[in-house]
């Protein structure tokens, strides 16, 4: 799942939807700051 979180966020997930993932257990709250963070060098 962190594999396409990197790959989908920002253009197809928001970071709403990185969040509910990590809430949902399917990313790590480190992994989802990790991508909502990383994305703005791009």
Do not use: C, F, S, V
């Amino acid at each position: 799942m962190y594999e396409l979180a990197q790959k989908y966020y920002p253009k197809l997930w928001d970071k709403e939807r990185i969040q509910a993932l990590a809430a949902a257990g399917k990313l790590t709250e480190d992994q989802a700051r990790e991508i909502t963070q990383e994305t703005n060098a791009e």
